[in-house]
């Protein structure tokens, strides 16, 4: 059994900074594109940033310049790091990754539970 297991999110005042991590955990060979990804009250889930194995990285435009994606593969984890951030940044953001296990070593995709992000004054 693999799992994403998110941290970090919480209340904070416009403008400020929270960073998030997922951890992923369990029999695992292989890791590739980790992303987050966010979904606030009626909205669709949208992308926010992915990095790939080969640390290649992509941002939604919404959030360019303030958050940094980042990953360890030692430790099997991926960072987010949100600056200047903004009431519209308030959201429910979710851990994914495509993970090789055996015995079929396929790569599939992950998700992890949600952590939440109010930015609020």
């Known amino acids: 059994q693999v799992q994403l297991v998110e941290s970090g999110g919480g209340l904070v005042q416009p403008g400020g900074s929270l960073r998030l991590s997922c951890a992923a955990s369990?029999?695992?060979?292989?890791?590739?594109?980790m992303g987050w990804y966010r979904q606030a009250p009626g909205k669709e889930r949208e992308l926010v940033a992915q990095?790939?194995?080969?640390?290649?990285?992509n941002y939604a435009d919404s959030v360019k310049g303030r958050f940094t994606i980042s990953r360890d593969n030692a430790k099997n984890t991926v960072y987010l790091q949100m600056n200047s951030l903004k009431p519209e940044d308030t959201a429910i953001y979710y851990c994914?990754?495509?993970?090789?296990?055996?015995?079929?070593?396929?790569?599939?995709?992950?998700w992890g539970q949600g952590t939440l992000v109010t930015v609020s004054s």
């Open positions: 990095i790939t194995s080969s640390l290649s990285t």
């Open positions: 994914k990754a495509v993970i090789s296990r055996p015995p079929s070593y396929t790569y599939l995709e992950r």
């Open positions: 369990g029999t695992i060979f292989s890791i590739g594109t």
